[in-house]
């Protein structure tokens, strides 16, 4: 059993939340990380939301389908989105631009993980949230109102994939 190890960080609800939901993404970057403590993988994401829906606090995530880490997406019942605030900029290019089919990340970076029961997340960031998977649904060409979507973000045709998370846990450092 994975131990729940917490000691850097305390548990908040999401009524304490004081954040501003568009920059903690665009500008702080985060670390997106599924699978459990015996195989999982992390990437870097600066597009996601948080909001409500179906009655439940969730996030929500745009992984594109090549992503090795929307392989253990699919897999997993729950994710991890760990947010930096801005720092550990040159980790997270990494993470952001190399493939842990081809190599191990945190061992290239020294950024460490950490386990909250199955869920594993980045011991070295701000914030954390853990979601259970609750839906995914992928974007499609034919219902994008803006052209300049299809024509800036897909030549390649692979759509992003949403994932949905409610937020069972929010975790912050001391
Ligand atoms: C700043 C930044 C933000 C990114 N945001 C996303 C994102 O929101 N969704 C996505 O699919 N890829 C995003 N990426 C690209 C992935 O992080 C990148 O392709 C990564 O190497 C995938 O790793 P993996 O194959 O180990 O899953 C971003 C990259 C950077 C540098």
């Not at 829906?53 to 989105?81: A, C, N």
């Not at 011991?123 to 109102?145: G, H, R, V, W």
């Not at 300049?148 to 692979?158: G, L, N, Q, R, V």
Request: contains cysteine; negative net charge.
């Amino acid at each position: 059993m994975n131990q729940v190890n917490t000691m850097a960080f305390r548990e908040i609800s999401v009524n304490d939340l004081q954040i501003n939901p568009v920059t903690l993404f665009s500008d702080g970057w985060a670390l997106l990380t599924a699978g459990n403590k015996a195989s999982f993988n992390s990437m870097t994401v600066s597009w996601g939301a948080i909001g409500e829906i179906w009655g439940k606090h969730s996030l929500f995530v745009f992984v594109r389908p090549q992503r090795y880490t929307d392989e253990f997406m699919q897999k997993s019942d729950l994710f991890t989105v760990s947010c930096f605030g801005g720092t550990h900029r040159k980790e997270l290019g990494v993470f952001g631009r190399k493939s842990g089919r081809d190599c191990d990340k945190y061992a290239e970076t020294g950024l460490t993980t950490e386990t909250d029961g199955d869920a594993v997340y980045c011991a070295d960031a701000e914030m954390i949230f853990i979601c259970k998977k609750t839906a995914k649904t992928s974007l499609e060409p034919q219902n994008f109102y803006d052209d300049t979507i299809e024509d800036d973000c897909y030549p390649a045709k692979d759509y992003h994939k949403i994932y949905v998370g409610e937020i069972v846990k929010i975790l912050v450092r001391e």
